[in-house]
């Protein structure tokens, strides 16, 4: 059985939907830990209510980037975490944790990649004007939104919706994407070293 991090600065909803779609589906995971980076992350509540263990990591608390990713390494490693699922993570990796995860840091991000990258993927490409945006799942590297593409769903603008519309939209879609791409990995075996 795979064992999984979720790291989540927000709401949390896709956390709560890989957690529900594993136990629902009885995908072959189990999501061990929950990392968040925000002492007010909804997330947190989630992880109460889920009976998942959390660690908040403040970074303002390490030195640098490297040493707060160290200490989450530690307890990774404690925990036997086999992969790691960013679910609103608002910050980027260094080699500290992409290294010994390589290939096993996965990414949702609410816009059609390489376009609308950033924290504001769906506001960004619902100002631009596009009819059609949508959801990418993604190996994460260094870079902002840049790894390798593994999934994607368009997700059509009417002209006449508001951001909310496609906000809730996106929300649907890529909790149910999230969640078939984390089955499609764990059928591969991609998680195992
Ligand atoms: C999601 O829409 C996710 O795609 C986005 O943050 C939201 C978190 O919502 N991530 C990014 O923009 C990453 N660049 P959640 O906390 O309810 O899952």
């Known amino acids: 059985i795979t064992r999984l991090a979720v790291f989540a600065s927000g709401q949390g909803s896709n956390f709560v939907a890989l957690a529900q779609a594993i136990q629902a589906q009885q995908l072959p995971a189990t999501i061990v830990r929950l990392i968040v980076d925000k002492k007010n992350a909804g997330a947190i509540e989630k992880a109460k209510q889920l009976g998942i263990p959390y660690t908040l990591v403040d970074y303002r ?8 990713e160290l200490a989450i390494l530690d307890q990774l490693n404690q925990d036997q975490v086999d992969g790691i699922l ?3 993570y608002m910050r980027l990796l260094t080699e500290t944790l992409l290294t010994p995860y390589a290939g096993r840091i996965i990414n949702i991000h609410p816009a059609l990649l390489p376009s609308f990258p950033g924290t504001h ?62 089955a499609m990995l764990l059928e591969r075996g991609e998680f195992i070293k």
Do not use: C, N, S, W
């Not at 990418?136 to 009417?158: E, L, N, R, S």
């Open 61 to 68: 608390h390490f030195a640098d980037r490297q040493a707060a």
């Open 86 to 88: 960013l679910a609103g």
């Open 121 to 182: 993927g769906i506001q960004d490409a619902f100002d631009y004007g596009v009819r059609v945006t949508g959801v990418t799942v993604h190996y994460v590297d260094a870079g902002m939104d840049t790894g390798k593409i593994i999934a994607q769903q368009p997700v059509v603008i009417a002209v006449d919706d508001q951001l909310i519309d496609v906000e809730a939209r996106i929300h649907a879609v890529e909790h149910q994407l999230y969640t078939a791409t984390l």
